[in-house]
C-alpha cells in the first residue's frame, strides 16, 4: 500500500455480484481505499479484521449464506454500526425491505439501478458526517476524561497532605476508597431506594478521599497524641468534619460542581449515626446523605483494623462484629447487610492494597464511568482503545498456533482466527454453528450437545468449562481438551451472551 492509499478513506463493498461490486468501485476508488467481500460471512470476517479502519459499508441485502439483514444484525450485536455508517444498496426497494433496513441502523438507502453522481454524493456526505460526529465525541470525550483527571489530582493531593500531618499512610485514603466502592457497589445491586448511578459511586469514591480534610485545622499535639483525648480535645477533634465542610463552603469556585457538594456532606456528616447520636448536627436514619452514611461506615472499619498511636490493629472478623454488634455507633441496617455481603471481597481488596496501584484504580474509575457515561456510551475513543486491545489479541492468537474461538449467543454465530480456520477447514465466521454441517466434522453431535449443556449450567460467579472429547483437526481425529468460558452481561440481572475459548492437544496438556 502506497503513501496516498494510506490517507485515504475505506469503504467495504459486501455484495455477491462481482459486476456491481466492480461498478461501485469504480466510481468510487479515485477518491476512497476500496476493499471487497463476495458474501455477508466475508464481510464480517473483515470488519472483526479491521473494525474502525473502515470509513464505510456499502452493503447489498440478497446474498448466500448470510445477507444483509443478518449482516446488519452482527453489526448492531457487536455494536459496530454505531461507529461505522452503512449505506445500503439494493434492487429489493419493497417499503417493508426499507423500513428493516432502517431499523437495523443503516444510514442510507439507494435502489438499483443506481446513479453514479447519487451514488458519489451519498458516500461523500455520510463519511463527511461521521467523521465531524467521531471528532465531537473525541473531543467531549478527551475533556470529560481531563476535567476527573483534574479532579482526581487535586483530591489526592489534599487527602495525603492531611494523611501526612496526621502521620499515617497514604494507604488510609486509598482504604477508604476501596471500601467505599464495594459498599456502593453492593447497595446498588440490592436496591434502588437510592437511584444511585455508576457515575455516583465513581464520585462518591471520589470524594471519600477529603472526608478528613478538616484535620489540616486541628493542632499537631491534638492531632497526634499518643494516648485517650482529654474532654476538651475530643471536642477540639471533633470539629474537623464541620471545618472540613466549611473549607470547601467557602473556595470561591465550582459551587456547583457535583463533586463538591458530594465532598461538603461527606466531610460535614461522615461522623454522623444512624439513630442520631452522631455529631456536628445529630442528623438521623435517611436525614444523612447515603454517601456521608457509607464513608462512615468505610472508616470506622479502616480504623478498626489499622494500627493508630493509640491502639493495635484488630482482625478483619473481629471488626466485622463490632460493626455489626453496634460497638462503634449505630449504622444503616442495609449497609450492614452490604459490608458483610462484601466482606471477602473487602479482606482480599485490603491485603492487595498499596499506594503503587493507586493510579490503576483511578484510571478504572475513569474509563467506568466514560462506559456508563449516557450520551458517550460507545464513545469513538474507547472503541478505538478496545480496538487497539482486540488487534493485539488476535496477533497474539496467531502466533500462539492453538485453535481459539469465539462464539456469540445472538445472533448464533462462530468466529475463529484465521490460523483457526485453516486447521478445522471452516470458515472464520459461521453461521449457527451447532447445526452447521461443516462443524459437525470437526466435533461429534454428542459432544457438542455434551458441551452445550456445561457451558449452560454455567453463571457469572463459575464461568469455567473444560470438556475432553475428540476433534477432527487439520484432518486427522485427535484426542482435544476444550477450554472455554462463559461470557455474561454487566446488567443487574446477568445475561448469557456467548462463548470465547480454545482446543488444545490433549496430549500437551
Known sequence: MNEKSKNKERILIVDDSEMNRMLLADMLEGDYEILEAGDGARGIATLQQMGSQISLVLLDIVMPEMDGFEVLAVMNQKKWIQDIPVIMISAESMPSYVQRAYELGVTDYISRPFDSLVVQRRVNNTIMLYAKQKKLIKMVTNQMYEKEKNASLMVSILSHIVEFRNGESGLHVLHIQTITELILKSLLGKTDKYQLSHE????????????????????????????????????????????????????????????????????????????????????????????????????????????????????????LQMIQDGECGTFNPLLVECLLDVADSLAEEMKEANLNNKNEKEIRSIVNEILHYEDLEDSNSALHYLEDERVKNQFYASISREIQFEYTASPAMMTLTEWSARCLGLSEITMDPVNNEKVLESISSKDMKNLQELIHKTTPEEPDVRYRCKTRTEGKLRASEIICRAVWSDEEEPQYIGVIGKVLDDREE
Open 200 to 319: 455516583d459511586i465513581n464520585m462518591i469514591t471520589m470524594a471519600s478521599a477529603l472526608h478528613d480534610i478538616g484535620k489540616i485545622a486541628i493542632p499537631s499535639e491534638v492531632l497526634n497524641k499518643p494516648g485517650r483525648f482529654t474532654a476538651e480535645e475530643y471536642e477540639i477533634m471533633k470539629t474537623h468534619s464541620a471545618v472540613g465542610a466549611s473549607m470547601l463552603k467557602d473556595l470561591p469556585f465550582h459551587q456547583d460542581e457535583p463533586l463538591v457538594k458530594v465532598a461538603y456532606q461527606i466531610c460535614r456528616w461522615h461522623h454522623e449515626r444512624y439513630d442520631g447520636r452522631g455529631y456536628p448536627d445529630g442528623l438521623k436514619g435517611e436525614e444523612i446523605p447515603i454517601g456521608a452514611q457509607v464513608v462512615s461506615m468505610a472508616d470506622v472499619y479502616d480504623a478498626l483494623t489499622s494500627v493508630r498511636v493509640y491502639k493495635k490493629a484488630f482482625s478483619h472478623e473481629t471488626a
